[in-house]
Every structure is written in C-alpha cells, then in structure tokens.
C-alpha cells in the first residue's frame, strides 16, 4: 500500500467518526409527529409506560437527551403529576392513578423534546389516556328500600326505584338488577324501577321481603346487595262472612225481658275499616234487640206461645268501608210452650124437661 493510500484511509475514518458523534439533528418519526399510549389506572408507582426515541441518526441514547412538559396544565397538576421522564427517555408513573379521584382526568398530554449535543432539538406529542379499570363494586344509596303498593293495583304499577351507582365509568348504565325472591309478583328492570307482574292480595300476603343484587358489567364482577320491604295496603275487597249460615236456638215462653238469646259472630279479612263489622237486624225489632257491635241478640218483648210458635230473623253484617259490603244470615227462634194456663169450662145454657107428678 503507497502512503497517499494510507493518508485516504485516515480521513474517511476521520469523517465517520465526526459524522457518528454529531450526526443529524434528532428527529421522532411518530406518525402525525404523535405518540399515544394507554395505561391502566391503579398502575404501580414507578411502573414504566413508554420509551420515547428520536431516530434518524446513528448515534446512541445517551447522544440525546429528553424532557417533556405538561400541556397546558394548571398550577395545581404541574404540582402533582402522575408521568416523569428521565434523559434517556424513559417515561413513569409518578403518582397514583384513580379514576374515582376526581382531580383525576381520563387524558393527558405532553410536550416531548430530544436535544442533541449540539443543542439541536425536535419535538413531538406523549398523549397518555387512562384505561377505567373495574375497581369499584355498585353501591346502594340505602341498605333497605320500603315501599308501599295497593293490592287492588294493575300489573306493571310502579311501586318503587332503586337509587344505585358505580364510580367505574365503563359500568355506567350497565349494572345487571336482580330480585332474589318474590319473582313472580315483582320485576325490577336495569333503570331500578320495581313493578308489580300481576295483582296481589293482601289478605293472602300482607308484606313482601326480598334482596336486591347489582353486578357490574366487567370481570372480575363486583357485586353489591340491599334488601327490599314491600307492604300492601288493602282494600275493601272482602266481604264479612258469618261462622253460620243459619243459627237455631229455643226458648221458653216465659223468658223474662231482657234474656240474652244467642249471638251471632261475622269477620272480615280486611283490616281497619274495611275489616270492622257492625250487625243489623232486618225484622222483628219489636220483640228482639241486636247489638250493632257484639252481635248479641236479647229479648225485649214477652213470648207467647199459644199466639206466636217460632221466629225466623234475618240479621245483616256490614264492614266500614267506603264501598261497603254486606253479608247476611238467618236465626230461628222456636218458643217453648210452658204450663202458664190453667183449665176452665166452657159454659153453655142447658134445658131440660121433668115431668111432675
């Protein structure tokens, strides 16, 4: 080899060597100059997120450094940011991230700068958005809902709503209701209205107690219970029903004025006034007396026998309500004669004849 050959030599060597140390102004190659990135919330302080690059050149990390600034970030989140870059372009979680905070945003954005040595610099933009994770489990504003429904209401009446919610925005609106029990009287749809599914009776079922569950939309599902107390009021649907039919009883003759004869009873499954009985007697009132309250029966005028052998009352039950309603039975009062008459003669004319002599 000549010695101009080795001179060459040493000047392209030269030349890549100032080419690799300074090289070309860095630059990112994101597309639309924009590197965006996802990171999940509840993510480990000092977990890494992204390695940002600025390529275009040969040379080294080391051979840029980098630093990024929030995007027009009030006083109080450059005071407590959630990402920090080192110079080597590494960027961390500072801070805790919950999306439940709400000082908390759902997105933020950076402006990223690489400078070389030579003081070159090129930017571009870090966009981080927060992923909602389903941390939290649905949560009822009470532990027990009492409400209140009539027994004569149509099918589908509302009777009540839930008040529920979860902090977790991706279950918004997508919380599962279910009743545990009950299920065929009542129905609850995802808003947590409860409807009746067919007409109730109180008289059968005066109260109804059930659990409400809620699970979120996100495995792992979180789940959340409450308790649901319905009472149904009535109305006056029944009527009074008497123990008899037809009641029988005797009675002498000389039962003084005043004697307690029998006592017919009536209930109704209502309750209040719609359930109060009251008694009325429709006939013989000038010989007997009902008590309006306690059904009892009393003499009130003397018996005879020899003019009058039995009687026949027709007694009426009412309940209280507003539309009453109303029930009747029969007694049959058979009087006992009694030796209260003494014999006597009938007295007729008589003529008879004698022949004298």
């Known amino acids: 080899m000549t010695a101009n050959a080795y001179f060459l030599v040493g000047i392209l060597s030269c030349v890549s060597l ?10 990112f190659n994101y597309p639309e100059n924009i590197l965006r990135i996802t990171v999940d919330e509840e993510i480990k302080i000092g977990s890494t997120v992204v390695r940002v690059h600025a390529g275009g050149t040969d040379y080294q990390y080391g051979h840029v450094n980098y630093s990024m600034q929030a995007w027009r970030a009030t006083i109080e989140e450059r005071e407590n940011q959630l990402f920090e870059m080192n110079p080597n372009g590494l960027v961390k979680t500072k801070s805790e991230i919950d999306l439940e905070n709400p000082l908390i945003k759902n997105q933020y954005k950076y402006k990223v700068e690489a400078s070389n040595i030579q003081g070159e ?12 994770i389903n941390d939290n489990a649905p949560v009822f504003a009470s532990e027990v809902y009492k409400f209140k429904v009539r027994e004569n209401a149509e099918p589908k009446t509302l009777v009540g709503a839930i008040d529920i919610s979860d902090l977790d925005a991706i279950d918004a609106g997508k919380l599962k209701l279910e009743l545990k029990g009950s299920s065929k009287n009542f129905q609850i749809d995802s808003s947590g209205n409860i409807k009746t599914m067919e007409r109730l009776d109180r008289e059968k079922i005066p109260n109804y107690k059930f659990e409400i569950i809620a699970t979120d939309s996100i495995k792992p599902f979180n789940t959340a219970k409450a308790m649901v107390e319905i009472e149904v009021l009535d109305e006056n649907d029944s009527a009074p029903l008497f123990k008899k039919d037809n009641y029988e009883v005797n009675l002498s003759e000389n039962a003084r004025i005043n004697t307690a004869i029998i006592q017919v009873a009536a209930s109704d499954a209502d309750v209040g006034h719609n359930g109060k009985v009251s008694y009325n ?5 000038d010989t007997f007396s009902l008590d309006p309250t306690t059904g009892q029966i009393t003499l009130i005028k003397k ?3 020899e003019r009058k052998k ?6 009426r039950a009412q309940d209280s309500g507003s539309r009453r309603k109303e029930a009747e039975c029969r007694v049959k009062i058979t009087v006992l004669d009694e030796n209260d ?5 009938r007295i007729s004319p008589v003529v008879s004849r004698v022949r004298e002599e």
Not at 18 to 27: K, M, N
Not at 310 to 315: A, D, K, R, T
């Open 281 to 285: 007697l429709m006939n013989s009132k």
């Open 121 to 132: 610099t090129s930017s571009c933009w870090l966009i981080i958005d927060i992923n909602d």
């Open 310 to 315: 039995e009687y026949i009352l027709l007694v």
């Open 341 to 345: 008459n003494s014999p006597h003669f």
């Open 303 to 305: 018996l005879d026998y």
């Open 18 to 27: 100032i080419s690799t140390v300074y090289g070309l102004p860095p630059r």
